[in-house]
C-alpha cells in the first residue's frame, strides 16, 4: 500500500513522460499497476486515463507501432464500447485534452529478443514523439531496461525500484490475512520467501491456521510447487498431470528462444484429448496468442510456475550428465539462450543443485579442456557459485582454456582454499570486467614495468594474479575492518597504490611494491556509522566516495558524495547529496 502511495504521488506530481518500475519476480508489479489503474478510473478529477497492457500479448508485426496496434485491438473488443479504429486511436493519443497513462507491463516476459525491441522501440517513439505531448508511458519489467531506451533517444524519465518488504509490513500482512505464522517465528531460508508480495501471500494462504506448517516452505521452489497444488485443487504434494507439465518445460528448454509452444507439441505430448487437460489445467497454462502463421502458441500464466518446472527439469538433467558419466550432450541441454541468461531461473536452478557440488564438479572435469564449450563451463560456473554464495574457492578448474570465461564477480577464495587454476589458459580478462581500465568492483589490473597483475581482496584475504607469468598468489590473515566493496587506482611517481572502501566505513591502502596494506588512512573511529561505502573513485589528486545514508520504506535511497585529499586523507567533506528512485 506505501508503494502504491508513492507511485500514485510520483505520477499525479512529477512531468515526466516516462516511468520505469522494477523488481523482482513476485514483488507485485502487475498488482500496483493494476491498484493504480482502479485507482486512476475512480479519481475522474484528476483527469489521467489509464490503459492496461500486458507487453506479452502485443502483436508486433500487424501495426507500424505494435502499441498503438495492441491498444487499437483492445478497443475493438465490444466489452469495452469503444470500438476504435488505429486512426482514431491515434487521435485519441495526440490530444491536448486528454491525459493518457498507458501501463505496460512486463517487458521481461517477452522472450523473443526481436519483438522486445520492437515494443521497446514503439514505447520510445510514443514518449519522444511531440505528437504525443499529452500521452505518458509507465513500464514494468524485473530487469532495469533503461539503457536500452537511452540508445532509443529517450533520456528523460523516473526510475522506481520496488523494495523488499520490511518485517513490520509483512506481520501486519500476515496478521490482516489471518495467518498464524509471524516473521520471527519462521526460519532464515523462508524470511527471505517472504520479502516480496507473491512470496508472502502464497506463504499466508498456504499457511493460514496451521501453526503445523509454519516451518514447511524454506525454497522458492517448494513454495511454488504447494501454491501450484493448492490452484489445481491437489489433496496432496503431487501436481496434478506433474509429468505433462514438466514434458512442457523440457520443450521450453530445448526451444531456446522463446517460452511458448504450439498447440500442435501439446498434442504430442499428451496421448489424449487435449482440449479437456487445457481446460484442467487453465490455472497454470493458457493460451498466449496466435502467431503470425495463424498458429496457436501456449505459456504459463504464471512466469514463476513456469520457471520452477523448467528449472526443476533443468537441474535433473544436468545431473544426469554426472550419473551417466558423458557430457557429449552438455550443448544440447546448456545453450545460450533466454534460460541460461535468466537471473532469477538460474537461482531457482541452483536451488535444486543444493547440495550438488560434487556432482557439478565432476561434470566440468570430464568437459573438453579446450574452448569448445565455454559457455557450458560458464553456467556450470555460475550455478555453483549461485549454491556457495557466490563462492567458488572449492572449485577445481585445472587444465581447462579460460580465456573466453569471465571470473569477475565471483569469491575466489575463502580462509581454507582458493580456485584452483593449475595449467589453466588465461586471459587478461578472466578476472577483470572487459572494457574497465579502473576497477569497478573488488578486483582490479595494473601494471608493473612490462608486467600484468589482477588482484580481487576479500575480508582478511587477497588474490594476485600475475597475467604475465601465469602465477596466483594468496595472502591471508590481515587485519578485518570489513569486507572490501570496492576499489580505485591512484598513480602518482610510476607508483601504484589501489585505494580500498569496505562495508564499514573504512579506507585502506595497498602498496602495489610491496604487497602491504596500510588500514584505515582517514582514521575513521571504529564507532563511526559504519555505513558502507559503494563506490569509490581518484581524479584530480582527490578520493571522491559515496555512501548510502538512508533508505525509506517505499521507494526512494538517500545518498552522500564525500571526497579528501590523499595527502590530507582526515580531512574529509561532504560534497553532494542525492536521491535515487
Known amino acids: 500500500d506505501e508503494e502504491l502511495v508513492c507511485l500514485f504521488y510520483e505520477v499525479i506530481n512529477r512531468k515526466d513522460k516516462s516511468f520505469f518500475l522494477f523488481g523482482k519476480g513476485g514483488t507485485g508489479k502487475t498488482h500496483i499497476f493494476m491498484e493504480l489503474f482502479n485507482k486512476l478510473i475512480k479519481c475522474e478529477r484528476l483527469g489521467i486515463v489509464p490503459f492496461y497492457i500486458p507487453l506479452n500479448s502485443v502483436q508486433p508485426d500487424k501495426y507500424s507501432n505494435c502499441i498503438i496496434g495492441e491498444l487499437t485491438e483492445r478497443l475493438k473488443n465490444p466489452s469495452t464500447m469503444a470500438n476504435l479504429t488505429e486512426n482514431e486511436v491515434i487521435s485519441l493519443l495526440q490530444s491536448e485534452n486528454v491525459n493518457i497513462l498507458l501501463l505496460a507491463d512486463g517487458l521481461n516476459e517477452v522472450t523473443n529478443k526481436d ?47 520496488i523494495q523488499k518488504l520490511s518485517w ?29 508480495a507473491m512470496g508472502l501471500s502464497m506463504y499466508s494462504e498456504l499457511v493460514g491456521n496451521d501453526k503445523g506448517k509454519i516451518n514447511t516452505f524454506q525454497t522458492l521452489g517448494g513454495l511454488l510447487k504447494a501454491y501450484m497444488c493448492l490452484l489445481l485443487n491437489s489433496q496432496n504434494t503431487t501436481i496434478p498431470y506433474e509429468e505433462f507439465l514438466y514434458s512442457v518445460a523440457e520443450k521450453m528448454i530445448d526451444n531456446k528462444n522463446s517460452f511458448t509452444i504450439y498447440k500442435s507439441s501439446l498434442t ?20 498466449q496468442g496466435i502467431n503470425s502463421e ?18 526443476k527439469r533443468l537441474a535433473e538433467r544436468i545431473l544426469n550428465l554426472s550419473l551417466n558419466g558423458n557430457v557429449n550432450g552438455i550443448n544440447q541441454i546448456i545453450k545460450n539462450g533466454y534460460i541460461t541468461t535468466n537471473r532469477e531461473l538460474m537461482n531457482l536452478t541452483a ?18 579442456k579446450d574452448n569448445s564449450r565455454s559457455y557450458q563451463l560458464s553456467v ?24 573466453n570465461i569471465r571470473l569477475s564477480g565471483y569469491k575466489l577464495f575463502d580462509n581454507e582454499c582458493h580456485v584452483k587454476l593449475n595449467g589453466c589458459t588465461l586471459d587478461i580478462d578472466t578476472f577483470s570486467m572487459p572494457g574497465l581500465t579502473q576497477a569497478s568492483s573488488t578486483i582490479t589490473k595494473y601494471k608493473i614495468g612490462d608486467e600484468l597483475f589482477l588482484i580481487a581482496f576479500s575480508i582478511t584475504s587477497y588474490l594476485k594474479y600475475n597475467a604475465s607469468k601465469n602465477k596466483v598468489q594468496v595472502n591471508k590473515n590481515l587485519k578485518s575492518f570489513g569486507r572490501i566493496n570496492c576499489c580505485c587506482n591512484v598513480t602518482k611517481d610510476k607508483h601504484i597504490d589501489i585505494i580500498l572502501g569496505t562495508d564499514k566505513g573504512f579506507i585502506h591502502k595497498f602498496d602495489t611494491c610491496s604487497d602491504s596494506i596500510c588500514y584505515n588512512i582517514t582514521n575513521t573511529s571504529a564507532s563511526s556509522d559504519e555505513k558502507a561505502i559503494d563506490s569509490i573513485a581518484f581524479w584530480n589528486s582527490k578520493i571522491f566516495f559515496t555512501k548510502k545514508e538512508k533508505q525509506e520504506e517505499g521507494l526512494s535511497v538517500e545518498y ?20 535515487s528512485y
Not at 487435449?274 to 481446460?279: A, G, H, K, N, R
Not at 552522500?560 to 536521491?579: A, G, M, Q, R, T
Open 268 to 287: 504430442q505430448l499428451w496421448n489424449g484429448d487435449i482440449d479437456s487437460i487445457l481446460d484442467q489445467l487453465s490455472s497454470v497454462l493458457c493460451l
Open 294 to 311: 495463424g498458429i496457436d502458441e501456449y505459456t504459463f500464466l504464471h512466469q514463476n510456475f513456469r520457471d520452477m518446472l523448467i528449472s
Open 380 to 403: 556450470l560456473i555460475n550455478l555453483y557459485a549461485r549454491i556457495n554464495q557466490n563462492s567458488i574457492a572449492n572449485l577445481d578448474l585445472s587444465g581447462h582454456d579460460l580465456s
Open 115 to 161: 519483438k522486445r525491441v520492437k515494443i521497446a522501440r514503439a514505447l520510445s517513439d510514443i514518449v519522444v514523439s511531440e505528437t504525443y505531448r499529452n500521452t505518458r508511458v509507465m513500464l514494468s519489467s524485473r530487469e532495469n531496461h533503461s539503457f536500452w531506451f537511452q540508445g532509443l533517444g529517450l533520456t528523460s524519465y523516473t526510475q522506481l525500484e
Open 351 to 368: 536451488d535444486y543443485l543444493q547440495g550438488k557440488n560434487s556432482e557439478i564438479q565432476n561434470i566440468i572435469r570430464m568437459m573438453p
Open 560 to 579: 552522500k558524495v564525500f571526497s579528501f585529499d590523499l595527502s590530507k586523507p582526515s580531512e574529509i567533506e561532504v560534497i553532494h547529496e542525492y536521491k
Open 168 to 196: 513490520e509490513t509483512i506481520d501486519n500482512y500476515l496478521e490482516k490475512a489471518g495467518c498464524v505464522a509471524r516473521y520471527n517465528d519462521v526460519p532464515a531460508t523462508t524470511k527471505k520467501l517472504l520479502k516480496t
